[in-house]
């Protein structure tokens, strides 16, 4: 990246450096000035020459500093952009996994605080070094040429600042550390109570989370507290040094002014560059607070860019031409673990669904059902030589390719603070004004967006917020189905939707799913019945499989769940037959 912009970044570095050559000009130029008039002992052309050419010379100054702090905070702001993009760019490739042990606040915290830490360090750190290293180097030439002893004096002071630097550098790098793990805890804290304010509200735990939020906010004060004691120390103990310098070059100077050894404009001169240093010096101070916060700024963006990507995003694994996916689905003994400690998710499953087929999949909660497909779509990575599309296993297709094929459905229904447009239209932007109400149609959602004022513009917010439960089922099932994708996956995508609705989009749905390879996967026996294969899964593996009648006939897990699920259907449709009393 700082490639990309070194011109934004030399243009800068010579403009400023041009700028303290001018600034530096000055106090010679009032050293001229300043010996010509006492020499001449009275009025004379120097004090017009020098003035005019100080004036000359501070204005070429303010030209020259406007053009360089476009340049160096421009070529920072750039950069920060583009790291930006880059960590945003890497985070949705991520590995699902990643997300299950890393908090979206401090994520967030990560993208905007530690971004704006690492921008400050690229800009005002750049600046100061160079500042720092030019003035220090030309004000000590300068001074050196007029008087080396009283230089040398003055910068007895010297060791002490960079001692005082050294001492409390480490400390303000923990300390800036702490308090951007904790801002990350405390986005954390605000970003999750905000998605869940329905939740508190509805179990009055409103006085609960504040108080919650203050003892956050509370430790987050007293870490701020405790870094800006160690600046509030550092930074006296500086100018306590530059004054002390002062105070040395006044009382040795003067007298060297007093006894002849040194002109007046000699002395003013030297003031002047000695006042020069003083600014640099301080510098020092800001360059080692932003080099403690960038530091600790980078070392976070960093251990992001370090976790690699998804197998299937990697240059190794770019698209190349191929014939289009039909959805033939095979499994061959797969056997998954969501890791060491945990128990087998899967066992032993093994299955083929032809392209055009359904495949129903039905069973106790926790037997595997979602993670089954989940690794088709490498949600979680399969072991090799386990699933097949195609014949092709899917952990030699390209991420993009693989799930472009695939319209996926899942049981945690998330839809963008957006319109119902661009909700609808996320997986495929591409699609006319006739595709998105035919896919809004067919999910039985047209109706419901035809009452709205705004129809397909209308705004949901948050998560969906202005839709009802069985609303956002039905606007991610339009979502997947407008992609027109040849595999289609439903994961419980009607657990908000009563039987009758689901019959309905089941109905509108029979059409579209004859033309690709489609898996059901329910609680619901009356969602699955119709598919050309049912499978019955408990606790990792398939107990059953075959279709509805022939499952009903052998009267094993299957036929209990039917008659449970008939049973209390009928329960509920009772004071329907029966009528008011």
């Not at 052309?45 to 421009?74: C, D, E, H, T």
């Not at 939740?199 to 430790?219: C, D, K, P, T, W």
């Not at 040795?252 to 640099?280: C, D, H, I, S």
Request: net charge positive.
């Amino acid at each position: 990246m700082i490639v990309r912009y070194r011109l934004l970044l030399i243009a800068g570095v010579v403009a400023l450096i041009a700028t303290d050559l001018m600034g530096m000009a000055i106090p010679w130029l009032i050293k001229g000035g300043i010996d010509a008039i006492i020499g001449k002992g009275g009025v004379s052309p120097s004090l017009i020459k020098y003035p005019l050419m100080i004036v000359g010379a501070a204005l070429l100054q303010a030209l020259l500093r406007y053009f360089w702090r476009m340049n160096i905070f421009g070529f920072s702001r750039r950069i920060e952009r583009d790291l930006r993009g880059e960590v945003f760019a890497h985070l949705l490739k991520l590995p699902l996994a990643y997300f299950q042990h890393m908090k979206t606040g401090d994520l967030m915290s990560r993208l905007t605080n530690d971004m704006q830490s690492m921008r400050e360090l690229m800009g005002f750190g750049s600046l100061a070094i160079i500042d720092t290293a030019v003035i220090i180097t030309g004000s000590l030439s300068l001074m050196i040429a007029i008087d080396p002893v009283l230089t040398f004096w003055s910068l007895l002071c010297l060791p002490f600042i960079s001692f005082s630097v050294r001492f409390f550098g480490n400390r303000i790098f923990q300390k800036s550390w702490d308090v951007q793990q904790h801002l990350s805890l405390l986005s954390t804290y605000v970003q999750e109570n905000l998605s869940g304010i329905r939740v508190v509200q509805a179990y009055a735990q409103e006085e609960n989370q504040i108080r919650g939020f203050q003892r956050l906010s509370a430790e987050y004060r007293r870490k701020n507290l405790w870094l800006a004691t160690l600046w509030s120390v550092l930074w006296p103990l500086m100018r306590i040094f530059a004054g002390i310098s002062a105070a040395i070059v006044l009382w040795l100077g003067g007298r060297k002014v007093m006894q002849g050894a040194m002109t007046l404009g000699e002395f003013a001169a030297f003031n002047g560059y000695l006042a020069m240093l003083t600014w640099p010096l301080i510098a020092v101070g800001h360059v080692v607070n932003q080099y403690q916060r960038g530091a600790a700024a980078l070392s976070r963006i960093i251990e992001i860019l370090d976790v690699p990507v998804a197998p299937g995003y990697r240059e190794s694994e770019l698209p190349t031409p191929t014939e289009p996916i039909r959805g033939d689905v095979e499994i061959r003994n797969l056997n998954f673990s969501y890791g060491d400690g945990h128990p087998p998710a899967l066992r032993g499953i093994s299955l083929k669904i032809p392209a055009g087929a359904t495949c129903g999949i039905i069973g106790e909660t926790g037997s595997g059902k979602s993670t089954l497909v989940h690794l088709l779509l490498r949600l979680f990575e399969p072991p090799p030589g386990a699933v097949f599309i195609d014949s092709t296993d899917v952990t030699t297709i390209p991420l993009p390719r693989l799930k472009a094929a695939i319209g996926f459905v899942s049981q945690d229904i998330f839809l963008f603070s957006d319109t119902i447009r661009e909700n609808i239209l996320f997986g495929y932007r591409d699609a006319d004004r006739e595709a998105l109400e035919e896919s809004a149609r067919i999910a039985e959602i047209l109706p419901s967006i035809r009452g709205f004022t705004r129809q397909f513009d209308t705004i949901l917010g948050e998560r969906g917020v202005r839709l009802s439960g069985g609303q956002k089922q039905r606007t991610a099932l339009a979502r997947a189905i407008v992609k027109n994708p040849p595999v289609l996956i439903l994961d419980d995508a009607f657990s908000s939707l009563d039987t009758e609705t689901e019959d309905d989009i089941l109905n509108h749905l029979r059409e579209f799913m004859s033309k690709r390879t489609t898996i059901l996967i329910s609680h619901r026996i009356s969602t699955v019945k119709g598919a050309d294969m049912i499978l019955y899964m408990r606790k990792g593996e398939i107990i059953e499989r075959g279709i509805h009648e022939e499952l009903l006939n052998r009267r094993g897990a299957y036929y209990r769940l039917h008659q449970r699920q008939q049973l209390t259907r009928e329960v509920d449709e009772m004071p329907r037959r029966e009528g008011p009393r």
